[in-house]
């Protein structure tokens, strides 16, 4: 778990099975890691771009990334009160910018958490429903975006395009010194 989140003794029960580490600087090799999940992380880093360079650090080629992300959009985001509601809120053009970025490209989108954060008796009860129309009317303003993307081991880390490099023309015979006829 990212330090500045804190840690969250889990299991209940036995061992400590979570750790808390530096989201710039994890405790692994490179190339470790088939898949990174990465939920409510990258929205209370201080540095995502640099978040993300260290996920794919670790990450193995062509590893997956899951990244969970409250929706700028979304009504989650704009109550304090809820676990969304502290932190940066990110839309789909600015992840998709941050993954690019960071040589990742996104395979599959998806949303959760239609149902606004009330904690009101008739608002649970009904909330089974409200998401199911929430995800076939309002997909857009749904409370968490979900993109899994893939690393990319050859992507170019500059925007600018990569020059192709020509072969310069060789002469097929080289000329051979003759021995002079002045004698």
Avoid: C
């Avoid at 530096?22 to 929205?43: G, K």
């Avoid at 979900?146 to 192709?164: D, H, L, P, W």
Wanted: aromatic content about 8%.
């Amino acid at each position: 778990m990212p330090a500045r989140q804190g840690v969250t003794h889990w299991p209940e029960q036995g061992p400590a099975a979570s750790a808390l580490v530096d989201e710039f600087d994890l405790p692994l090799l490179e190339s470790m890691v088939d898949v990174a999940l990465v939920i409510h992380a990258l929205e209370v880093s201080d540095n995502p771009a640099d978040m993300l360079a260290e996920v794919w650090r670790v990450l193995a080629p062509q590893g997956r990334l899951v990244l969970v992300v409250p929706n700028r959009r979304g009504l989650w985001a704009n109550f304090e009160s809820s676990p969304f509601g502290s932190g940066q809120p990110f839309s789909r053009s600015q992840l998709l910018r941050l993954l690019k970025d960071a040589k990742f490209t996104a395979v599959s989108w998806s949303q959760a958490l239609y149902m606004p954060p009330i904690n009101r008796k008739f608002a649970v009860s009904a909330a089974p429903g409200l998401e199911r129309m929430g995800k076939w009317m309002m997909p857009r303003f749904s409370g968490v975006i979900i993109v899994e993307a893939v690393k990319q081991v050859y992507a170019f880390s500059s925007g600018k395009r990569a020059r192709r490099l020509v072969p310069r023309l060789k002469p097929a015979l080289l000329p051979a010194p003759q021995p002079s006829s002045k004698g």
